[in-house]
């Protein structure tokens, strides 16, 4: 079946590390997205990508820099400048028309440790 | 920019009464609009989408939605909540032509009663 994955499902940050959370979809989609969710804030844009070699940011990209090397692969690392990063982060796809759905991943939590 | 509320931060039901969420968006333009259900620690799953035409839409699990343009809202409904309704629903807002496609309401969570 198609869909996207989203590894690891639980991830430790220690302070001054960057980590790199892993999404990858087989639904032959053009885009792709991250977000991130805190409690009683739905969700909020931090990169988005609409073809390969090529993203913008979104509404909250400080601290964070993704990649896009493959159509199937849209990593997003968190970086150390990245003060606040205890999150569930949720990666998304799209075949890139607005009208179109956005299929979603698992998720990561992430917490520093 | 276009932007979505949810007015209800907490909704709680009985198990077998009706429920309504409400939903409404703020776009210059017929929107493209989308409810999503999300279970505690999982993604999100598309219920049901407008784009254009009946104002009545039908999605998956029973959930119905209607587009009311002078009220700017589409509100979710399900005539009888099941104990497997119980989950987070965010309402979110497309606009036409645009790449980064989706705001999200800050979602509604839902408590069903037995």
């Known amino acids: 079946d198609g869909g996207i994955t989203q590894s690891p499902k639980y991830l430790f940050r220690k302070e001054g590390q960057n980590v790199t959370l892993s999404c990858e979809q087989n639904?032959?989609?053009?885009?792709m997205y991250w977000y991130r969710q805190d409690p009683g804030q739905g969700l909020r844009l931090i990169y988005y990508s609409q073809i390969v070699n090529d993203f913008q940011k979104g509404d909250i990209a400080e601290g964070y820099s993704v990649s896009r090397e493959k159509k199937e692969s849209f990593p997003l690392t968190v970086t150390s400048a990245q003060k606040n990063p205890t999150a569930f982060y949720l990666c998304a796809s799209t075949q890139g028309s607005s009208n179109q759905p956005q299929h979603f991943g698992d998720g990561t939590r992430l917490s520093i440790l | 920019a276009q932007s979505v509320t949810q007015p209800d931060i907490h909704i709680t039901v009985s198990e077998g009464a009706s429920l309504e969420l409400r939903c409404n968006y703020s776009y210059g333009a017929t929107p493209y609009l989308f409810w999503y259900v999300q279970s505690p620690g999982q993604g999100l799953q598309l219920l049901l989408k407008?784009?254009?035409?009946?104002?009545l839409v039908q999605g998956i699990k029973g959930f119905e939605a209607e587009f009311k343009r002078s009220q700017s809202s589409f509100n979710l409904r399900k005539p009888s909540v099941h104990w497997s309704d119980a989950a987070e629903y965010f309402c979110?807002?497309?606009?036409?032509?645009?790449?980064?496609?989706?705001?999200f309401g800050s979602g509604t969570q839902l408590t069903v009663l037995p």
């Open positions: 407008y784009f254009s035409g009946d104002t």
């Open positions: 639904l032959n989609h053009d885009a």
């Open positions: 979110a807002v497309g606009a036409h032509g645009s790449a980064r496609q989706l705001t």
